[in-house]
Structures are given as C-alpha cells and as structure tokens.
C-alpha cells in the first residue's frame, strides 16, 4: 500500500509527474525496492513549488480534504513525495 497509518495522520508516498498534459490521480506502482507509491499527474510547471501546489489541489479537493491537512515529510523537491495527511478517515477514500 502506498500508506501508513502514524500517529500524526497518514503518510501516502506519492509519484508526482508534473508538467503532464492532464491533472489525474493514476494507480499505485512498485519501485525496485519494493516499495509502493501513488502515480499522480499535475500541469503545472516544477518551479517555485509550483507542482507541489497543484498536487496539494488535486489531493485536497479529490478526497475532500483541507488543503492545510497536508504537510510535506520528504521530498518537496523530488519527484518522489512523501507527504503527511493530518486526516485518520481518509484511509476511507482511497478505496
């Protein structure tokens, strides 16, 4: 599974593409370590945190969640995105 259930929320591992032709949440893949992520797709352009906020957009407004309910553990500037949803019911959207 692409998420954990912590004592601060849910942390989701997250793929981000940014710059793609259309904004879509797509399937979970495993990477060469065996560990799995959340393909997601933005428009927006990587720079000045540009995709980060889009990706926040998607995510917030997809599992009807406050967009200040996210937090970024790792990887703001990667495009392996391990971020924090201070949300314990949205474990119930993702199915």
Not at 44 to 51: F, I, R, S
Not at 61 to 84: M, N, R, V
Request: proline content about 3%; charged content about 25%.
């Amino acid at each position: 599974m692409f998420f954990e259930k912590t004592a601060k929320g849910v942390m989701i591992r997250i793929k981000l593409t940014p710059n793609a032709s259309y904004s879509k949440i797509e399937n979970e893949f495993q990477d060469q370590n065996g560990t799995v992520w959340l393909k997601v797709k933005v428009t927006t352009v990587p720079e000045n945190g540009k995709a980060n906020k889009a990706l926040i957009h998607l995510l917030s407004k997809t599992w009807k969640t406050p967009k200040t309910a996210f937090s970024f553990i790792q990887g703001e500037f990667d495009h392996y995105k391990i971020l924090c949803v201070a949300d314990f019911e949205i474990i119930n959207k993702f199915h």
